[in-house]
């Protein structure tokens, strides 16, 4: 059974920092890019930030770089979103997902194979 584990949600205060966990089972890690979507109230789901487990490649939206990095532990099939300096408009459900497409062309739902349940990010002003 293909499962993404996602944790790591909370409430945190404007500035601050919280790490999201994807962990993964069920299907060949090493194939896939593993990374993260969000969906802020009344806005559509958008790609955040994935890593390809095969090549180490990365990809970021603007709003992630510099703030964001994503990193992956093969030992542990776990996926990790280190989010720094965390804004109130970072607030949003984060979905950790998976797929085999390159990572430069991540942030398409169509695109994804797999999808975990998503982890409520809230950041106060």
Sequence with gaps: EVQLQASGGGLVQAG???????????????????????????????????????????????????????SSVHAKNTVYLQMNSLKPEDTAVYYCAASTIPTMFWGRDADMDYWGKGTLVTVSS
């Design 16 to 70: 601050g920092s919280l790490r999201l966990s994807c962990a993964a089972s069920g299907f060949a890690f090493d194939d896939y890019a593993i990374g993260w979507f969000r969906q802020a109230p009344g806005k559509e789901r958008e790609g955040v930030s994935c890593i390809s487990n095969s090549d180490g490649m990365t990809y970021y939206a603007d709003s992630a770089k510099g703030r964001f990095t994503i």
